[in-house]
């Protein structure tokens, strides 16, 4: 098992411009999300998704679109990147959104937009 | 006011002393977890508990659901325990973070 496969890890953007952070997972969770880290703040959930199909805002989804075309992946798209999104971004899984259930992180990717 | 709140923000300790972090929610949650994150590398979770106590190795993880508070220990502490530890109540689809605590192993 690979757990929670994230990339790139490190990515500079120009502001305005787009781009994709890939997570994928293989562990068939229902459950996956996107959250931003930064400095001094806890970690903030970006969108999130509850299957194939299905997803929802989170607390701070403005400038982020997401889609989940199949169970195993999440992307997240960065429409048109501002110095705001400078950021560390995780992505996560879990089981079932209805039991508390172990939550596995991606490794984090670290995003400049200057 | 954050849904989740630890304290203290930041712990430095000699390695052998015995560790605590606290972490208090005012939001009804199914479970918490406790999380480790090494400096410039992805979180990890350490332990998921809805009542009582967990021990892995030299963590011991409790949770008081009347008082909505937990505690994770470090037992015999050592310079590799160096990392940020946050806690994070999950309601089902929501996960609410603590803004975590970076705790400091001195040899």
């Known amino acids: 098992n690979a757990g929670v496969t994230q990339t790139p890890k490190f990515q500079v953007l120009k502001t305005g411009q787009s781009m994709t952070l890939q997570c994928a997972q293989d562990?068939?969770?229902?459950?996956m999300s996107w959250y931003r880290q930064d400095p001094g703040m806890g970690l903030r959930l970006i969108h999130y998704?509850?299957?194939?199909?299905?997803?929802d805002q989170g607390e701070v989804p403005n400038g982020y679109n997401v889609s989940r075309s199949t169970t195993e992946d999440f992307p997240l798209r960065l429409l048109s990147a501002a110095p705001s999104q400078t950021s560390v971004y995780f992505c996560?899984?879990?089981?079932?959104?209805?039991?508390?259930?172990?939550?596995?992180f991606g490794e984090g990717s670290w995003l400049t937009v200057v | 006011k954050n849904e989740v709140e630890q304290s203290p923000q930041n712990l430095t300790a000699q390695e052998g002393e015995f560790i605590t972090i606290n972490c208090s929610y005012s939001?009804?949650?199914?479970?918490l977890h406790w999380l480790q994150q090494h400096p410039g590398g992805g979180i990890v979770s350490l332990f998921m508990?809805?009542?009582g106590k967990k021990k892995h190795g030299r963590l011991i993880a409790t949770i008081n659901i009347q008082e909505k508070h937990s505690s994770l220990h470090i037992t015999a502490s050592h310079p590799r325990d160096s990392a940020v530890y946050i806690c994070?109540?999950?309601?089902?689809?929501?996960?609410?973070f603590g803004t975590g605590t970076s705790l400091t192993v001195i040899p």
């Open positions: 994070a109540g999950t309601t089902g689809n929501q996960f609410y």
């Open positions: 939001v009804g949650i199914s479970a």
């Open positions: 998704s509850v299957g194939a199909g299905i997803t």
């Open positions: 508990l809805s009542s």
């Open positions: 562990m068939n969770h229902e459950y």
């Open positions: 996560a899984s879990s089981y079932s959104r209805f039991r508390g259930n172990t939550i596995y």
